[in-house]
């Protein structure tokens, strides 16, 4: 029941989010003096004006964000109140802090783990293409197939320790 919760909230966050999150990727791509780059606003009305509201515009790469907030959400939920409710509390207050925060982190740390993948190809979908003009990366498996095919195994989980520093101890 934690999982199938943490995953439906996972895929409202990640229908909530992701517009901002091309937003956001699109302006921390721009290469231009921080004094020429738009405000959100209009970054946001460009996308738009050019690409529409739909999957190559304002929601572009919205399967991956969909993949990388349900798998990560459904993942840590489940196993945190699942392992929580088997560990027994403790009656110290420090002792039970530790609890808890052990269980986060091994929560945190093992849902990142499964969903970097989503991370990394929501980041090649929404970020620049390898050639201006040719879209390289567009669907959410499409992209972790090529990532996998053209750069190993291994490439699926770039910035893992960083994801785990960030996510892990939540």
Do not use: W
């Given at each position: 029941?934690?999982?199938?919760?943490?995953?439906g909230?996972?895929?409202t966050?990640?229908?909530?989010?992701?517009?901002?999150?091309?937003?956001?990727?699109?302006?921390?791509?721009?290469?231009?003096?921080?004094?020429?780059?738009?405000?959100?606003?209009?970054?946001?009305?460009?996308?738009?004006?050019?690409?529409?509201?739909?999957?190559?515009?304002?929601?572009?790469?919205?399967?991956?964000?969909l993949?990388r907030?349900?798998v990560?959400?459904m993942?840590?939920?489940?196993?945190?109140f699942?392992?929580?409710?088997?560990l027994?509390?403790?009656?110290?207050p420090?002792?039970?802090?530790?609890?808890?925060?052990?269980?986060?982190?091994?929560?945190?740390?093992?849902?990142?783990?499964?969903n970097?993948?989503?991370?990394?190809?929501?980041?090649?979908?929404?970020?620049?293409?390898?050639?201006?003009?040719?879209?390289?990366?567009?669907?959410?498996?499409?992209?972790?197939?090529?990532?996998?095919?053209?750069?190993?195994?291994?490439?699926?989980?770039?910035?893992?320790?960083?994801?785990?520093?960030?996510?892990?101890?939540?």
């Open positions: 029941a934690f999982a199938i919760a943490g995953l909230s996972g895929l966050e990640a229908v909530v989010v992701n517009p901002f999150e091309v937003v956001k990727v699109t302006l921390q791509t721009n290469r231009n003096a921080f004094t020429e780059q738009p405000s959100s606003f209009v970054q946001a009305r460009q996308i738009i004006k050019t690409d529409g509201l739909g999957f190559q515009g304002l929601n572009k790469g919205l399967t991956a964000t993949g907030h349900g990560f959400n993942v840590y939920f489940g196993f945190y699942n392992v929580k409710n088997i027994p509390v403790n009656k110290d420090n002792l039970e802090f530790l609890r808890k925060f052990g269980i986060g982190l091994v929560s945190g740390t093992i849902a990142s783990i499964i970097i993948p989503f991370d990394v190809a929501k980041s090649r979908i929404q970020g620049p293409q390898p050639v201006p003009g040719e879209i390289k990366y567009r669907t959410c498996f499409k992209t972790m197939a090529t990532v996998y095919k053209e750069e190993g195994f291994l490439a699926l989980y770039k910035g893992l320790v960083p994801k785990i520093m960030r996510l892990g101890p939540g």
